[in-house]
């Protein structure tokens, strides 16, 4: 199943999650860049530097191989090693850019996390 951004935008929502779960991974990457495209070239008078370098840099690492299903890659066995080392320890440390001068906090599984 193909669809182009156009069509896929007009869709309703219940319509675009049903969509979208049909859609090959190289239809899925071509909609998620013309939106990146077009907000860029909407918005780009209103953006900073920072925020245009950002959506572009994000525009060049748009892939189809990202959007294959999960399920997919759970089977990869490429994928196994990578998947037994995340689950072998107790602390999970997730770098997120938060606008805060203050870093957050290590979080332990079984506990929330709270920031500073």
Not at 8 to 21: C, Q, T, Y
């Amino acid at each position: 199943m193909y669809v182009d951004y156009d069509t896929f935008a007009g869709m309703s929502p219940l319509r675009k999650n049903d969509v979208l779960h049909k859609l090959t991974p190289e239809n899925r990457a071509e909609l998620v860049k013309t939106h990146l495209q077009r907000y860029l070239e909407e918005n780009r008078a209103r953006l900073n530097d920072e925020q245009i370098r950002f959506i572009e840099e994000n525009l060049n690492w748009i892939r189809p191989e990202h959007y294959i299903r999960r399920l997919a890659r759970l089977f990869d066995h490429r994928a196994a090693p990578k998947r037994r080392a995340a689950s072998t320890g107790s602390t999970v440390l997730i770098a997120l850019a938060v606008p805060s001068s203050n870093p957050a906090k290590t979080c332990v599984r079984g506990k929330s996390c709270t920031y500073q």
